[in-house]
Structure formats: C-alpha cells, structure tokens
C-alpha cells in the first residue's frame, strides 16, 4: 500500500517552460500538496519562472525563500544560482553550496532532502533536460517508497535527463505530460 502524498518535487532542464506549462497551469484551486520546483537556469540571471507561472496558475505560485515554511497548494521555484533543499520540519532551505552536475540548483539535491522529509509520501517529477540530475535524487525517493514519474523521452524536447531516470529508476512510471498533470489531480 502507498503513503498518501504530501508532497511533489519537480525537476527540469532544457524545454523546461513548455514541459512545465502543460502540468502547473492543470493544477486546480483545491490541489493541496505543496510543489517544489528545480528548473536549471543560468546563475547570472534572475529566475521570473515563478512570475511567468504565477500568471498561469490556479494555485500560489513563489519564489522559494530560505527559512520559508512550506505550504499546500503552493508552487516554489527554485531561485537562480542556490539549491532548494526540504528541511526534516518541513520548510524550506537555499543552500549556495557546490553545483552538482554542473547545476546549482541542483534537481537531486532537491530531490534526495524531499525524500528524507517526506519519506513514501512524496511524489518525484523528472521532466524534459540535457543532462543526468534528476536520476540519483529520484532513486533515493523510490528507496524510500515514494512515486517516481518520469515525462516519456520521445516526448521530452531534451531526452538525456528522464533516459537517465529510466535507466537508474526502473520502478519509474513513464508518462506523457498530460497523463503526469493527470495523475497529480487525482492525489
């Protein structure tokens, strides 16, 4: 038997925006799990992901800040050029530490804290990117007996990142993008 969700963390890369859109804009006014969001963006610009989507969205949409209690029904991004980590109290961290993959924010760091807070109640998003992260955080969600959904690579305007999450989560549920927005409306 699964966990009832209490959460979803979100990672993408290249194709971000359009892979993003047909999820977050799905999302209804009574979606009560918070969403926490990794999208690699260069860190000498500021994010406006959560302005742009804030437009789109039924749900609250931010920009994730350091300290910041997370909330249901809420949408955090990532800012540019720091990690987004989920503390065990389950609020919010930035971390400037190290990238990881190149990346800073980095989609496993998100990941791997969201699983240690969360446990089998979280749900783990790989979506469209051109590189690896994503896959070793959403492995440790799947050892912790959370759900791993993964966006189908032929589908994916960059395949690299969920190939990667196929080949090291094969417990992963390959879905196409609206068949992701799907499942997280019925949690």
Same mark, same amino acid.
Request: net charge negative; proline share 0%; aromatic share 0%.
């Given at each position: 038997?699964? =966990?009832? =969700?209490? =959460? @979803? @963390?979100?990672?993408a890369s290249a194709g971000a925006l359009e892979a993003l859109s047909a999820i977050l804009p799905a999302l209804s006014t009574e979606f009560r799990l918070p969403v926490m969001v990794v999208v690699h963006v260069p860190s000498d610009r500021r994010s406006v992901l959560a302005e742009l989507f804030r437009a789109k969205c039924k749900v609250q949409v931010r920009e994730a800040d350091d300290k910041e209690p997370i909330v249901g029904g809420t949408v955090y991004f990532a800012p540019a050029d720091y990690h987004l980590l989920v503390e065990p109290d389950k609020s919010l961290s930035l971390s400037s530490d190290e990238p990881v993959l190149f990346s800073r924010p980095s989609i496993d760091v998100l990941f791997e804290s969201a699983a240690d807070a969360y446990g089998p109640a979280l749900i783990a998003i790989v979506l469209t990117g051109a590189n690896e992260d994503g896959a070793k955080g959403m492995r440790a969600v799947l050892e912790l007996g959370g759900v791993a959904l993964v966006q189908r690579p032929d589908h994916a305007f960059a395949r690299a990142m969920p190939e990667a999450a196929i080949r090291l989560c094969p417990g992963a549920q390959v879905m196409a993008l609206a068949e992701i927005a799907a499942h997280l409306q019925k949690v």
């Open positions: 038997m699964t =966990a009832q =969700a209490e =959460a @979803v @963390v979100i990672g």
